[in-house]
């Protein structure tokens, strides 16, 4: 019922962004690590194994910057906890169930391309925005 999303950058304000092709939209999508958590598994032990998992990265820090309901309506109680961390290390392992491709990406143009409508992921657009008006990078 729950989910973590890791707005994870590098020393030098790049935004760790994943591509994957989605079904649905019929086209490869951005987005940010994410994924659910596990039972009895906390918060931060979710979001800094997805990251590794998605990424290859770890963090030696993460902070909690927000929460959002993905589909309240629709969906049920479920809800993203976002995180933001900027000590990235890479760890050179992905989990090979995970197919992803990373790019890193100067957070100006991400957050150009979020007001611009460019990137439709929810937890990509919701830590972008997130991370804009806390000012964190």
């Known amino acids: 019922s729950g989910a973590v999303a890791i707005a994870a950058f590098t020393k030098d304000d790049k935004?760790?962004?994943?591509?994957?092709?989605?079904?649905?939209?019929?086209?490869?999508?951005?987005?940010?690590?994410?994924?659910?958590?596990?039972?009895?598994?906390?918060?931060?032990?979710?979001?800094?194994?997805?990251?590794?998992?998605?990424?290859?990265?770890?963090?030696?820090?993460?902070?909690?910057?927000?929460?959002?309901?993905?589909?309240?309506g629709a969906m049920g109680p479920g809800t993203v906890e976002i995180f933001f961390t900027k000590s990235l290390k890479?760890?050179?392992?992905?989990?090979?169930?995970?197919?992803?491709?990373?790019?890193?990406?100067?957070?100006?143009k991400v957050f150009k391309r979020v007001l611009k409508g460019g990137y439709i992921d929810s937890a990509l657009v919701i830590a972008t925005l997130l991370v804009s008006v806390k000012k964190l990078v």
């Open 90 to 108: 890479p760890k050179g392992r992905f989990d090979p169930k995970e197919i992803m491709n990373i790019e890193l990406v100067d957070f100006n």
């Open 15 to 72: 935004m760790v962004l994943t591509k994957q092709y989605r079904h649905p939209f019929r086209k490869v999508i951005f987005d940010i690590p994410a994924g659910g958590i596990k039972d009895g598994e906390a918060l931060e032990q979710a979001a800094l194994r997805e990251l590794e998992e998605e990424t290859g990265y770890t963090a030696e820090n993460l902070e909690w910057i927000g929460r959002f309901a993905w589909a309240p």
